[in-house]
């Protein structure tokens, strides 16, 4: 299937306009390029459930924090643009950074919730606040649409989603599963960046976390014992340094310590394996 690619917020907006002026519903995937699989099923849940779907590929500067990798952030448009209109996505939203931010360099000014300020917040300070700018932004190009997330990145989910709240938006953020390599790593544009020893040991990131989540899930569960099982899983990788590995409440990104049985929890680490920062997540019921 052919894909059009649009280059600026006006011409999109005509695009759009046409659709909607028929009652046909509009589907969104916000994404910074270099797409793989994981993108791909972010792209079919739209086409399965809207009538046109955008994808939009932009690096956003504003998300990059000191000494992190926004030069060589991977790019492949040519790969982009075969992925998404193989899976039946309509356009390709591909602005340019004075499109984004015609007055130049900005300050981010959208509020961020709460939900913004542990785990990510404290490790990569303004990098939600960056996240919440650009989103906003795109969002406000795209219109009244369901935007489809991954729940990998569960924390920038939770704040897109608080943040389209605040400012009103008439958006639906949809939150979908976490796509996996066969042996359970999250698909990230980021696995490139891993060695062949280091891509061999990413996949104890999944098993620290079902082993978690296992451990969650029966009565009597301590978190302080359930966070020390999967940091100690984590550890006996020698390639992987471990930032954090947590159990938290999903609405908060804040530790649990007496949930109720039957409560939603989610369970998260992050890790690094050389040049690759690696994040992943699992939800999970209380035992």
């Not at 270099?34 to 504003?62: I, K, Q, R």
Request: glycine share 10%.
């Amino acid at each position: 299937m052919s894909i059009e690619v649009v280059a600026t917020r006006a011409l999109l907006a005509e695009r759009l306009d046409v659709v909607r002026s028929s009652g046909a519903s509009v589907g969104f995937v916000p994404t910074m390029g270099y797409l793989h699989e994981g993108h791909g099923s972010l792209v079919d849940a739209s086409v399965a459930l809207t009538d046109l779907t955008v994808v939009s590929v932009f690096v956003n500067p504003l998300q990059f924090g000191a000494g992190e990798d926004l030069a060589s952030y991977p790019r492949d448009l040519e790969a982009d643009l075969e992925l998404c209109g193989s899976r039946g996505a309509s356009l390709l939203f591909h602005p340019g950074v004075e499109e984004v931010y015609p007055e130049g360099p900005v300050q981010p000014v959208v509020p961020v919730a709460d939900v913004a300020r542990p785990l990510e917040g404290e490790r990569r300070p303004g990098h939600f606040a960056g996240v919440a700018e650009v989103v906003a932004r795109l969002l406000r190009a795209v219109g009244p649409c369901r935007a489809f997330f991954g729940q990998k990145d569960f924390q920038q989910l939770q704040v897109v989603r608080r943040m389209v709240v605040d400012l009103g938006l008439p958006v639906d953020v949809v939150g979908c599963p976490t796509s996996r390599e066969h042996d359970g790593l999250a698909r990230s544009s980021r696995n490139v960046y891993l060695t062949g020893a280091e891509r061999a040991a990413a996949p104890v990131l999944y098993r620290a976390l079902q082993a978690g989540a296992a451990a969650v899930a029966v009565p009597d569960w301590d978190r302080a014992e359930v966070e020390a099982m999967m940091a100690d899983m984590l550890a006996g990788e020698p390639t992987a340094s471990t930032e954090y590995a947590v159990v938290v409440d999903p609405d908060t990104l804040l530790p649990v310590d007496h949930p109720t049985s039957g409560r939603d929890l989610r369970v998260l680490v992050a890790c690094r394996f050389g040049r690759a920062r690696l994040i992943d997540s699992l939800g999970v019921v209380a035992g």
